[in-house]
């Protein structure tokens, strides 16, 4: 079992060891995620104004095919850290096998939804008519690289349960470069555009996948666990995600709302959305590298039966949270006069892009504190709880957002909408990690 510390100090020493070990690493894997688009984006906008809003109306959709199934990371996390904390590798590695499984089964069903309805769902989403032809040949194109991402998040979710967060970096860094490469040669070597963008990302997407079905494979043959399909396996990690999904789904309609209304405020607001779109991606997966490490710790020590090191490293982390959204603000402040020409020429969408990516900043903290505290329930397995909060902030953010075109304020509006969601969830967090209902010890909750 995990014992913690007999002292504070020593225990918070013990609580930043294992924090940063894990979340160093993982910072490097899930900033490479959001870089993708930021690269693409880089790439794409200097093709033209239409073309960057039709990539951030392609990306938006994108994006929320691939993470409504990040439970397939954060459930595979919690229940393969559990096990291991209660010291059963085999069974840990053959819960990952199950996630790896469904995460084929479903990026099939998700192609044969998304091919055939591109054009549809762009303008459903106002992609304008010089915009939508470009976001439809992204969308089709890259839907083909949607099973190589959910592999890659139900094995990634493996082995972070493994408090392994190292791999998933070596593999993010790779994934990265071979994306920048192909996107350069292939939107502007082989001049083929948008889709050119689309192509290199799925090929770097199967490249990746390839490599965690390897480093899997050996695992599971290392302390023989089956990796044949296992139905019984396959359901049960459907349900358990269950609860993860309806909170994804909240999260992702809130993120496709604001898009939606950006995009009918005009071309230069979707795109400068876009813009800021992509860092707010970059800056939440950064934070969350600590909540990365809070799934993995909290896991383990209630796999262990250590309520007592999962209570002390919740608080820890929220410290870190705390700190890391405060220096992380104060970058964006310094860095935005840099940080906008990388993505566009046009001094509107720039213009336009400015105070909102001020809001972005002034709300870090808080963000901090959202990210740590959703790790912390994920890593106890408190889905439902966490479902359940998030279609609260759902409802209290729409009509909010829906205002903005009525009252007006821009993009600026839309972001401070974005600032008070963030709100709603702290708090529905905060009180539920003071509650202490989420400590439930053992192998399994």
């Keep these: 079992m995990t014992q913690a510390p007999a002292t504070p100090k020593a225990a918070r020493r013990q609580h930043d060891r294992e924090i940063v070990a894990l979340a160093v690493p993982a910072f490097g894997a899930l900033v490479a995620e959001p870089l993708f688009v930021m690269a693409d984006s880089a790439i794409v906008g200097h093709l033209g104004t239409a073309q960057l809003a039709g990539l951030g109306i392609a990306s938006a959709l994108l994006v929320t095919a691939v993470s409504v199934f990040v439970f397939l990371a954060y459930a595979t996390t919690a229940a393969v850290a559990r096990r291991v904390g209660a010291g059963d590798l085999q069974a840990a590695i053959r819960q990952g096998m199950d996630g790896i499984w469904l995460a084929l089964l479903l990026g099939a069903v998700v192609i044969a939804a998304v091919l055939p309805t591109a054009p549809s769902l762009a303008q459903l989403f106002g992609a304008s008519d010089t915009a939508a032809p470009y976001a439809t040949t992204y969308l089709r194109i890259s839907a083909l690289g949607i099973p190589a991402m959910l592999v890659v998040l139900a094995a990634t979710g493996v082995l972070r349960g493994l408090q392994d967060t190292r791999t998933p970096l070596y593999v993010a860094i790779g994934g990265f470069v071979a994306n920048a490469l192909l996107n350069v040669g292939l939107v502007y070597g082989a001049g083929l555009g948008i889709a050119g963008s689309a192509w290199g990302t799925v090929i770097a997407q199967w490249g990746m996948a390839a490599v965690y079905l390897v480093v899997v494979v050996r695992g599971a043959r290392r302390h023989g666990a089956s990796l044949r399909p296992d139905a019984a396996g396959i359901r049960a990690s459907a349900q358990?995600?269950?609860?993860?999904?309806v909170r994804t789904l909240s999260l992702r309609a809130i993120l496709m709302i604001a898009t939606a209304v950006a995009a009918r405020l005009g071309d230069a607001d979707v795109a400068a959305h876009q813009i800021i779109l992509s860092l707010w991606s970059l800056l939440a997966?950064?934070?969350?590298?600590?909540?990365?490490?809070?799934?993995?710790?909290?896991?383990?020590?209630?796999g262990a039966g250590d309520a007592q090191g999962a209570r002390a490293a919740c608080r820890r982390m929220v410290e870190w949270g705390i700190a890391a959204g405060v220096v992380l603000g104060l970058l964006v402040v310094i860095a935005r006069?840099?940080?906008?020409?990388?993505?566009?020429?046009?001094?509107?969408?720039?213009?336009?892009?400015?105070?909102?990516?001020?809001?972005?900043a002034l709300s870090q903290p808080i963000c901090g504190v959202v990210f740590v505290l959703d790790g912390v329930l994920m890593g106890a397995g408190d889905g439902p709880y966490l479902a359940g909060a998030m279609v609260v902030?759902?409802?209290?953010?729409?009509?909010?957002?829906?205002?903005?075109?009525?009252?007006?304020?821009?993009?600026?509006?839309?972001?401070?909408?974005?600032?008070?969601?963030?709100?709603?969830?702290?708090?529905?967090?905060?009180?539920?990690?003071?509650?202490?209902r989420w400590i439930v010890t053992g192998a399994t909750r």
């Design 337 to 360: 006069p840099l940080f906008l020409p990388l993505f566009t020429s046009d001094s509107v969408v720039q213009d336009t892009a400015l105070p909102a990516l001020l809001m972005v």
């Design 285 to 302: 997966f950064a934070l969350d590298a600590i909540a990365i490490a809070g799934q993995a710790i909290i896991g383990r020590y209630l």
């Design 393 to 436: 902030t759902l409802a209290l953010f729409t009509p909010v957002a829906l205002l903005v075109p009525v009252l007006g304020g821009g993009l600026t509006a839309v972001w401070a909408a974005m600032t008070l969601m963030m709100t709603v969830r702290m708090a529905t967090l905060w009180l539920r990690a003071r509650s202490g």
């Design 240 to 245: 358990a995600g269950i609860p993860l999904l």
